[in-house]
């Protein structure tokens, strides 16, 4: 996920588990709701079949219901989008996966000869998370909300600091990646990272309700409001300048979208079998990161893949079958919480209801 802010555990994320008579869906979003989301919106699908689910409310001090078409941040959800761009320029033979960045962008990393286009993807580069210096939790938001950042100076603040690890020798998250893979589509398409997105994905899929803001601070249309605690109050942080996430986190979506997108990815309409192989294959056993997606397998032994995301505010889930049978989607708009281990439980009850 995109940023660290701070999350609770709570009790009703360790409760037994539902009885059968309950709607599974629906009790996981009150869940998320007792364990902190200001409002929930969920959307599952099962054989072509979808349902959708709201809980909460869609602005504090408020009745009013979240719509469930509303827009939202995916945060880093946004990765798996700059992940199936750039495995379409390899099945385009216009970038390869073990080239080294340096080759693409020379000069731009200080170990740009060892650090490879699949390290990106996969976050096994070693490089600095960025957001370790420009923290985006609690009032330091305040400090950067509506500040433009470029992806030269993201990166720049990355490569100040040593590499975490030696290139390939580890796993470990980092939004600089992905910042890096932003620039590397613009270098090989000559177009925007986002340009390249709505070209590949967004107008095909006919995603009419997502879009790559830039510099643009609010949401547009319909939307629930997100908050960020702040000196033990909640502060909506709706509005926020999101080029400090860039291809690293900035798209804004809806559930409906989301669906779309991942149904295709699932079902090859994005990127060819073998490339999406490798996409949903860890690095190791203990790995749940291929190259751009999250992998799963869920309590009834279904696998998914697909990317959760985080931004100050909001935090999303974006999951898909292998087969793209089920799917699921969510928002949750977030106040004191909740915990990553309820995005988790959202997923699995999803995918197994």
């Not at 990161?289 to 397998?297: F, H, I, K, N, P």
Request: overall charge neutral; some cysteine; aromatic content about 6%.
């Amino acid at each position: 996920m995109l940023t660290t802010v701070p999350f609770v555990l709570t009790a009703a994320l360790l409760a037994p588990a539902a009885p059968a008579t309950t709607d599974p869906v629906r009790t996981v979003a009150q869940e998320a709701v007792s364990a902190g989301a200001t409002g929930v919106q969920i959307r599952s699908v099962r054989d072509g079949h979808f349902r959708t689910v709201t809980a909460g409310v869609s602005e504090l001090d408020s009745r009013k219901p979240l719509s469930p078409t509303g827009r939202f941040r995916i945060g880093s959800t946004t990765k798996s989008f700059v992940a199936t761009v750039t495995m379409q320029l390899v099945a385009e033979h216009r970038l390869g996966l073990d080239t080294p960045v340096e080759r693409y962008l020379p000069g731009l990393l200080p170990h740009g000869n060892e650090i490879t286009v699949r390290m990106l993807l996969q976050h096994t580069s070693g490089l600095y998370n960025y957001l370790r210096t420009i923290s985006l939790a609690g009032t330091d938001l305040e400090k950067v909300r509506y500040q433009h950042f470029s992806p030269e100076q993201l990166v720049a603040v990355a490569t100040a600091q040593p590499l975490d690890f030696p290139p390939g020798s580890k796993y470990s998250y980092s939004n600089t990646n992905y910042t890096v893979l932003g620039m590397l589509i613009e270098r090989t398409t000559g177009h925007a990272w986002g340009d390249e997105v709505a070209k590949r994905i967004l107008r095909p899929l006919g995603m009419h309700d997502t879009t790559v803001p830039g510099d643009r601070t609010r949401i547009p249309g319909r939307h629930a409001h997100g908050y960020q605690e702040m000196n033990g109050k909640l502060v909506d942080v709706s509005e926020l300048n999101p080029s400090v996430a860039g291809a690293a986190g900035e798209i804004i979506s809806t559930t409906a979208d989301l669906d779309k997108f991942v149904e295709a990815l699932a079902t090859g309409r994005l990127v060819p079998p073998a490339l999406l192989g490798q996409m949903t294959t860890p690095r190791s056993a203990i790995d749940e990161y291929g190259l751009g997606l999250q992998t799963r397998t869920t309590p009834c032994g279904i696998p998914v893949f697909g990317h959760t995301g985080g931004i100050p505010g909001y935090g999303t889930v974006a999951f898909t079958s292998a087969d793209g049978k089920r799917r699921v989607e969510a928002s949750l708009t977030l106040g004191r919480g909740p915990d990553n281990d309820t995005f988790y439980a959202l997923i699995d009850k999803a995918i197994c209801a």
